[in-house]
C-alpha cells in the first residue's frame, strides 16, 4: 500500500483507539498515535514478523491482515513493507474488514494529492524554464535541465516520475512518492536552474526573469 494514508482518520472507526507503524528491520516506532500501550512497537513488531514466519512456512502469500485479541488487542497490516498495528478497545465483527477498506480509500485521497502536487510543482518550474530560455540557447538549456535531471533524481523514487522533452517537463504518476520528497526534489532542481540564469544573465537579469515568472503564476491561480 502506498502512498502513506492519513492514518488519524482512521480513528474515526468505532472501537479503533490508536496506531502505530512500525519498522519490520528493527522494530522501532516510525509514527504512532491516538491512545496505544507503552509497548506497542514489540507488540506489532512481534506479531507482525511471527505472522509472516508462520505465513511463509505454510506456504501462505500475501497475508493483508493479523486480528490479535487480547489484554492489548490489535488488527496488524502490511504496510509499505512495515507494520501497520491499529489498537481497537474490543473486538467488532469485521473490524479487520473496516479498517482496512477505510485505508485503502485513505490512501487513494493521498495519491490524488500527490500526484497534483507533482504536476503543480512541474508546471510552475516549465513557465521559468521557458522565461529562461527565451533570446537564449535553448538547446544549452535542454542539455543542461536534462542533467540536472538525472544528476538530482539518481538513487531516488522520483527518478521515473519526470522527464525533459522539448524543454517541458513531463511527469507521470507519482506512485509511491511523498510531498516532503516531491517538494524537496523540485526545490533542488528550482535552485539547480536559476543558478544556471544567472551565471547566463547576471543577477539582476535572472531576478527580472524570476519576477516575471511569479506574476504570471499569481495570473494563472
Known amino acids: 500500500m502506498s502512498p502513506e494514508a492519513p492514518f488519524e482518520n482512521i480513528l474515526t472507526l468505532p472501537k479503533v483507539e490508536g496506531y502505530a507503524l512500525v519498522s519490520s528491520d528493527d522494530g522501532s516506532i516510525i509514527k504512532r498515535g491516538g491512545v496505544t500501550p507503552g509497548n506497542i512497537d514489540e ?107 538525472v544528476a538530482l533524481s539518481k538513487g531516488s523514487k522520483i527518478k521515473n516520475c519526470i522527464s525533459l522533452e522539448d524543454l517541458k517537463l513531463n511527469v507521470s504518476s507519482a506512485k509511491g512518492l511523498t510531498p516532503e520528497e516531491i517538494n524537496k526534489f523540485m526545490k533542488l532542481l528550482l535552485d539547480f536552474i536559476v543558478k544556471k540564469a544567472v551565471s547566463e544573465f547576471g543577477s539582476d537579469e535572472a531576478r527580472k526573469r524570476v519576477h516575471t515568472v511569479i506574476k504570471k503564476m499569481g495570473k494563472n491561480k
Open 43 to 149: 507488540i506489532v513488531a512481534f506479531i507482525g514478523s511471527a505472522a509472516e514466519i508462520i505465513s511463509e512456512s505454510c506456504g501462505v502469500k500475501g497475508t493483508k491482515c493479523i486480528k490479535v485479541i487480547g489484554v492489548d488487542s490489535v488488527v496488524i497490516i502490511p504496510y509499505n513493507k512495515n507494520y501497520l498495528g491499529f489498537v481497537i478497545t474490543e473486538d467488532k465483527r469485521h473490524i479487520e474488514t473496516s479498517i482496512i477498506d477505510m485505508l485503502s480509500k485513505e490512501e487513494g485521497k493521498a495519491r490524488l494529492i500527490v500526484n497534483k502536487l507533482l504536476k503543480t510543482k512541474a508546471s510552475q518550474l516549465n513557465i521559468l524554464i521557458d522565461e529562461f530560455a527565451k533570446g537564449s540557447d535553448k538547446s544549452m538549456w535542454q542539455d543542461y535541465v536534462s542533467k540536472g535531471l
